[in-house]
């Protein structure tokens, strides 16, 4: 294991020899460690003249000498103090990953900070990006498309920023999701050390929220949806519907039930469950499907009824093992929820149906009874509250606990 050296600090004036067209060249900062430079500009340009190659220092004949030495002097502080810290906090501190630090300490620019963030974590999801960068949009749109400092982020310019994104139009939940993706950055410039948590203005301000109505769909609304029989022109919409039922089923996120396929599934003497590690979550989770949604009527449970038929459509393709990792649908989420209103138009269904629609309803169902942290491993919920909003206001628990009562 290579052993970090402390990293070595230097100051460089014309690195790459070269002059503007101002005949100026720029002083930047060399880190070096265990055979690794990295350069930080300073932001400072000066003549050949000015520069006194022996002090590594602006020389006296400059007429803000001492204002750009100290400048200098200041940065090179900055990026001392924070190897010192990083090294007391993790032991070790590598001179790869101290451009992230020194770029924004040095000009304070959190939308730049922002911006760049949002670029360099790649594990985010398109439909996450896209929000993200549009709370950065409307926030550089109320500071007059002008770059947004840490030192203008206060209680008064959140509160500004709040009645603008009310007086463009923006619903309640919509502006409070702006509030928790700025919530995000913050708490990651605190954690960079560029914001002081004192300074955070959400720990005074705190956004409004609107209560939702989770649509869900009732049991005799699935069943017309299971009745439904298409024609030759509609048939393509046979498997958008038995994909949806069997998120429905199952409680699967559109994300993870367009994945499923029969090297997913393992069957014993009680019947198939299935195996699948989450996309979103990366959980792994094994669902008895022979127990859900089970009558005592039927031989076999609603999603096990759904899985016989889509092996017994491709039971050519599996007699041999090349195909059991073939996904059964392959639907993008804009195509299912647009075919998804023809379904509800077909079965007489009123409500908007779509992929996500699936779950909520599962999830509604289902609480009715299986016991909140059952139900919660179940929707791989990192956090109860989650699972929660699904037992508190449910129309199907209180609708039955009524039914119990003797009036």
């Known amino acids: 294991m290579t052993v970090l050296k402390p990293i070595q600090y230097n100051i460089v004036f014309n690195r790459k020899n070269r002059l503007n067209k101002h005949g100026e060249a720029t002083i930047q900062i060399r880190c070096y460690q265990n055979r690794k430079s990295k350069f930080f500009a300073t932001g400072i340009y000066i003549a050949p003249e000015y520069w006194n190659k022996k002090r590594q220092e602006i020389n006296t004949k400059h007429d803000n000498a001492l204002i750009l030495n100290q400048r200098i002097a200041n940065q090179l502080q900055a990026m001392r103090e924070y190897e010192m810290t990083m090294i007391k906090r993790h032991g070790i501190f590598s001179v790869e990953t101290i451009g992230d630090y020194v770029h924004f300490k040095d000009d304070g620019c959190f939308s730049d900070f922002f911006a760049e963030q949002i670029e360099a974590n790649t594990t985010l999801k398109k439909g996450t990006v896209k929000i993200r960068r549009g709370t950065l949009k409307k926030l550089l749109t109320f500071n007059k498309n002008k770059k947004v400092y840490f030192s203008q982020i206060t209680f008064r310019f959140i509160s500004g920023f709040d009645r603008y994104l009310y007086s463009i139009g923006l619903a309640t939940n919509s502006v409070e999701t702006?509030?928790?993706?700025?919530?995000?950055?913050?708490?990651?410039?605190?954690?960079?050390?560029?914001?002081?948590?004192?300074?955070?203005?959400?720990?005074?301000?705190?956004?409004?929220?609107?209560?939702?109505?989770?649509?869900?769909?009732?049991?005799?609304?699935?069943?017309?949806?299971?009745?439904?029989?298409?024609?030759?022109?509609?048939?393509?919409?046979?498997?958008?519907?038995?994909?949806?039922?069997?998120?429905c089923y199952t409680g699967l996120r559109y994300s993870d039930v367009r994945r499923v396929s029969k090297a997913h599934l393992t069957k014993s003497q009680k019947g198939y469950s299935l195996k699948y590690t989450?996309?979103?979550?990366?959980?792994?989770?094994?669902?008895?499907?022979?127990?859900?949604?089970?009558?005592?009527?039927?031989?076999?449970?609603?999603?096990?009824k759904l899985i016989h038929k889509l092996l017994e459509q491709r039971k050519?393709?599996?007699?041999?093992?090349?195909?059991?990792?073939?996904?059964?649908?392959?639907?993008?989420?804009?195509?299912?929820?647009?075919?998804?209103?023809?379904?509800?138009?077909?079965?007489?269904?009123?409500?908007?149906?779509?992929?996500?629609?699936?779950?909520?309803?599962?999830?509604?169902?289902?609480?009715?009874?299986?016991?909140?942290?059952?139900?919660?491993?179940?929707?791989?919920?990192?956090?109860?509250?989650?699972?929660?909003?699904?037992?508190?206001?449910?129309?199907?628990?209180?609708?039955?606990?009524?039914?119990?009562?003797?009036?």
Do not use: C
């Open 316 to 407: 050519e393709l599996y007699k041999t093992s090349d195909f059991d990792g073939f996904p059964f649908f392959d639907y993008s989420n804009q195509y299912s929820n647009r075919e998804l209103k023809k379904i509800a138009k077909l079965a007489g269904i009123k409500k908007s149906l779509t992929t996500h629609l699936a779950r909520r309803s599962f999830a509604t169902m289902a609480a009715l009874k299986v016991p909140q942290p059952l139900l919660q491993q179940m929707m791989q919920h990192s956090n109860p509250r989650e699972t929660a909003l699904y037992i508190s206001n449910n129309p199907l628990i209180l609708a039955n606990e009524l039914e119990k009562i003797e009036w």
């Open 278 to 304: 989450a996309k979103k979550t990366n959980k792994t989770l094994i669902l008895p499907l022979y127990a859900l949604f089970r009558s005592d009527n039927e031989k076999v449970s609603k999603p096990e």
């Open 178 to 247: 702006i509030h928790k993706t700025l919530k995000i950055y913050l708490n990651l410039a605190i954690k960079y050390d560029l914001m002081e948590v004192d300074k955070n203005p959400y720990k005074k301000f705190t956004p409004k929220t609107a209560p939702v109505e989770r649509e869900f769909l009732l049991p005799n609304e699935l069943t017309k949806i299971e009745n439904l029989t298409f024609s030759i022109e509609n048939e393509a919409l046979e498997g958008i519907r038995d994909m949806f039922l069997l998120s």
